[in-house]
């Protein structure tokens, strides 16, 4: 199968369902570290998508994942609304055809980690989404050759093995730095997040 407008769909409701069943979790990693609204905002964000999304006549995945990046970046408060947002727009904007193989949605896939490096001034270390995100695209990248569904159950392994990895650093970016080493013992709402939404690719993808 090929990425396409129905597959990209079909990744962000299953986003929306995952973030939506994990909300309240996000929002307790985000009390030991941070302002305690990650799930609630990514939550109200995501249902935006999805409603936005409803009936939205999309020629390709790339325009549906445009869609969801615009929605989250209007809809969510915080530093997730527009770094999300940002990664999804740029990830579509790169998805120009009508369906995309495992080689281009990589290549999407590191546009929009460019594009939340750039936001957020985040490198790998830092203890943010970068953190399952970086790890996630290259592994993407490396699978592709094997194809979608591969490809992206390597970059959802990836994911969750980064997030988990956060618990064991200190934050030097957001409001989690203001910690210091309090920090440390803490997993990132963020990669967190970003974990649960790569899983739901290599769901689809599957």
């Given at each position: 199968?090929?990425?396409?407008?129905?597959?990209?769909?079909?990744?962000?409701?299953?986003?929306?369902?995952?973030?939506?069943?994990?909300a309240?979790?996000?929002?307790?990693?985000?009390?030991?570290?941070?302002?305690?609204?990650h799930?609630?905002?990514?939550?109200?964000?995501?249902?935006?998508?999805?409603?936005?999304?409803?009936?939205?006549?999309?020629?390709?995945?790339?325009?549906?994942?445009?869609?969801?990046?615009?929605?989250?970046?209007s809809?969510?408060?915080?530093?997730?609304?527009?770094?999300?947002?940002?990664?999804?727009?740029?990830?579509?904007?790169?998805?120009?055809?009508?369906?995309?193989?495992?080689?281009?949605?990589?290549?999407?896939?590191?546009d929009?980690?460019?594009?939340?490096?750039?936001?957020?001034?985040?490198?790998?270390?830092?203890?943010?989404?970068?953190?399952?995100?970086?790890?996630?695209?290259?592994?993407?990248?490396?699978?592709?050759?094997?194809?979608?569904?591969?490809?992206?159950?390597?970059?959802?392994?990836?994911?969750?093995?980064?997030?988990?990895?956060?618990?064991?650093?200190?934050?030097?970016?957001?409001?989690?730095?203001?910690?210091?080493?309090?920090?440390?013992?803490?997993?990132?709402p963020?990669?967190?997040?970003t974990?649960?939404?790569l899983?739901?690719?290599?769901?689809?993808?599957?």
């Amino acid at each position: 199968m090929n990425f396409d407008a129905d597959a990209a769909r079909a990744w962000v409701v299953a986003a929306a369902a995952a973030v939506t069943e994990n909300a309240d979790h996000l929002t307790q990693l985000d009390s030991a570290i941070g302002d305690a609204d990650h799930g609630v905002n990514l939550k109200r964000g995501f249902t935006a998508v999805t409603a936005a999304l409803d009936g939205f006549a999309a020629d390709g995945p790339g325009a549906v994942l445009v869609k969801t990046g615009t929605t989250l970046i209007s809809k969510v408060g915080g530093a997730s609304g527009p770094l999300y947002g940002s990664a999804f727009r740029a990830i579509g904007k790169a998805l120009d055809g009508p369906e995309a193989d495992a080689a281009a949605l990589g290549a999407a896939l590191r546009d929009g980690l460019a594009a939340i490096r750039k936001l957020g001034a985040a490198a790998p270390g830092d203890k943010t989404m970068v953190d399952a995100l970086d790890p996630a695209v290259e592994a993407f990248v490396a699978a592709a050759p094997d194809g979608l569904g591969p490809a992206a159950e390597a970059a959802a392994q990836a994911a969750e093995a980064g997030a988990k990895a956060t618990a064991e650093l200190q934050a030097r970016k957001g409001r989690a730095s203001y910690l210091g080493a309090r920090s440390v013992g803490h997993q990132d709402p963020g990669a967190t997040s970003t974990a649960l939404i790569l899983r739901a690719l290599a769901t689809v993808l599957d």
